[in-house]
C-alpha cells in the first residue's frame, strides 16, 4: 500500500504518494486529481526507459491525450536555452491552459518542468514523478523550481507548487549509488533538523537500505518537508531555510568545484560537517558526541566529510557572501543545537569559519 503525506497549503494543497509500482497506476492517480486533461510530459533522457514509458503506456492505456519531449540529462539543461525550447514547442503546438505538465525525472528536470508549468501562459498544473532519491525527500516538494543563469544556480524560478507527487521507489533500482548517496545527505539532514529518531535509525541501518527502509525513509522525509514548507511556504518567516542546513558551505564547496567536483548532496555532506564544528565552536547545546555521531553517520553512508586539496578558505568564505540566504550582505548559518533542533545564526565571526575550514582541509589562502 502506498504511502501518502499531504502538504497542507491551503487550495495550493497536494498529496505526495510514496510507495511501489505507481507508474504503472499514474494515469488513474492523474485522473482523480485533475479529470482529464491534455497532458506534456517532459522526461530526462536517462529515464526514457523503463520509467518514462511506464508513465506513457498507463496514459495510452487510459486514453489520455499527451504529447512527450525527452530533455539531455544533467544541470545544463536547467537553463534560459532549453526552457525557452520548451516554452516554444508548446507554444507551436498550441497548448492552452487546460495543459497539465508531467515532469518525470530528478531535482533538474522537476525544477525545470516546474518553472516551465509556472511561467507557460502565466501558469498551468504539473504532476511531479521524481526518479532520485534526491528529488522525492527534497525538490518535487515544496514548490521551489527555476534554472541558472551564468551568474549562478537557480537565479531565476518561481514558487510553483505541483498538483500531485508521485514517488515510486522502484525508480530507484536503475539509479546511480553516487547519485542515491547524494540523496542521503538529505535524509540525514532532516534526522539533525528535525528528527533525532530517524537519525537514529539510520545509524541502525546501513548504507544499503531494502526496499521497505527505503519507502519509510522517503516518508518520513517527506513528512517533515511539508511541515517545515506548509508553515513557511515562501521562506519569508524563517522556518523554511532550516532546511539549509549544511547549504551554506556546501553551496560555496559545490560553486568552487565548479559544480562538477561533488555532487550537491556530497558538498552538502561537507558542509554539515562545517555548520557541526562551527555549532561546537559557539556553544550552540550541540555536543562533541552529536558532532561525531553526525560525522560517523556520513561515512558510514559513504559521504565526503572533508575537503580534498585545493580549497582556499578565503575563496569559499567569499562565496557564502553571494549565499541566498544573506542578508545585506551579512552571512547567516544553521547550525545544530542538539539532534533534531538547529537554529539561525548571524554575524559568526569570520575567523571561527576560517578555523572551521581549515579543520575540514582547506588551505590557508
Ligand atoms: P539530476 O536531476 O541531475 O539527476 C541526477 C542524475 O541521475 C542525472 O544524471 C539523471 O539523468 C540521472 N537519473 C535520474 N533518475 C534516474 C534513475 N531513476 N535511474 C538512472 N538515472 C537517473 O539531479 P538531482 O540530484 O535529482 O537534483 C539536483 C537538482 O535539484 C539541482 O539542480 C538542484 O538545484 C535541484 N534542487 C532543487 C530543490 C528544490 O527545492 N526545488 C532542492 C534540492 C535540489
Ligand atoms: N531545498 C530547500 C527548500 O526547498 O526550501
Redesign the pocket.
Known amino acids: 500500500m502506498p504511502d501518502t503525506v499531504r502538504v497542507p497549503l491551503g487550495d495550493r494543497s497536494y498529496d505526495v504518494v510514496v510507495g511501489s509500482s505507481l507508474l504503472g497506476n499514474c494515469a488513474e492517480s492523474i485522473g482523480e486529481v485533475l479529470g482529464k486533461p491534455r497532458l506534456f510530459v517532459l522526461f530526462?533522457?536517462?529515464?526514457a526507459l523503463p520509467?518514462a514509458q511506464q508513465v506513457m503506456d498507463s496514459l495510452s492505456t487510459a486514453g489520455f491525450a499527451f504529447d512527450h519531449v525527452s530533455v539531455p540529462?544533467?544541470?545544463k539543461?536547467?537553463s534560459v536555452a532549453e526552457i525557452s525550447r520548451l516554452w516554444e514547442m508548446m507554444a507551436q503546438r498550441a497548448f492552452t491552459r487546460d495543459t497539465t505538465l508531467v515532469a518525470v525525472?530528478?531535482?533538474?528536470?522537476?525544477?525545470l518542468g516546474?518553472f516551465l508549468a509556472g511561467s507557460y501562459l502565466r501558469g498551468i498544473p504539473f504532476v511531479q514523478i521524481?526518479?532520485?532519491?534526491?528529488?522525492m525527500v527534497?525538490?518535487?516538494?515544496?514548490?521551489?523550481?527555476?534554472i541558472?543563469l551564468q551568474a549562478g544556480?537557480?537565479l531565476v524560478?518561481a514558487f510553483w507548487q505541483p498538483a500531485l507527487v508521485l514517488a515510486d521507489i522502484d525508480?530507484?533500482?536503475?539509479?546511480?549509488i553516487e547519485?542515491f548517496r547524494?540523496?542521503m545527505a538529505?535524509v540525514i539532514k532532516y534526522g539533525v533538523i528535525r528528527d533525532p529518531d530517524l537519525f537514529s535509525w539510520l545509524e541502525q541501518l546501513g548504507p544499503n537500505p531494502a526496499a521497505a527502509d527505503l519507502t519509510r525513509i522517503v516518508h518520513r522525509s517527506v513528512q517533515i518537508k511539508a511541515e517545515v514548507v506548509s508553515g513557511d511556504e515562501r521562506e519569508t518567516t524563517g522556518l523554511r531555510a532550516i532546511?539549509n542546513f549544511g547549504h551554506t558551505l556546501g553551496h560555496a564547496i559545490e560553486a568552487e568545484g565548479a559544480y562538477s567536483a561533488f555532487?550537491?548532496?556530497e558538498a552538502i555532506a561537507i558542509g554539515m560537517v562545517a555548520a557541526s564544528l562551527l555549532a561546537l565552536k559557539r556553544e550552540t547545546g550541540w555536543s562533541s558526541d552529536d558532532h561525531s555521531r553526525l560525522e560517523k553517520l556520513l561515512k558510514q553512508s559513504e559521504l565526503p566529510t572533508s575537503l580534498p586539496k585545493g580549497y582556499s578558505a578565503r575563496r569559499l568564505i567569499d562565496r557564502t557572501r553571494v549565499d541566498k540566504k544573506a542578508v545585506s550582505g551579512q552571512v547567516r548559518y544553521i547550525l545544530p543545537t542538539s539532534l533534531g533542533s538547529v537554529k539561525f545564526v548571524k554575524g559568526v565571526d569570520e575567523n571561527a569559519v576560517l578555523s572551521v575550514l581549515h579543520e575540514i582541509g582547506a588551505a590557508p589562502e
Open positions: 530526462d533522457e536517462a529515464v520509467w540529462s544533467g544541470e539543461s536547467k525525472g530528478g531535482g533538474v528536470i522537476g525544477d516546474g521524481p526518479t532520485t532519491l534526491l528529488a527534497d525538490s518535487s516538494v515544496g514548490g521551489k523550481t527555476g541558472n544556480k537557480n524560478g525508480t530507484l533500482s536503475t539509479l546511480p547519485e547524494s540523496g538529505e532546511l555532487r550537491h548532496g
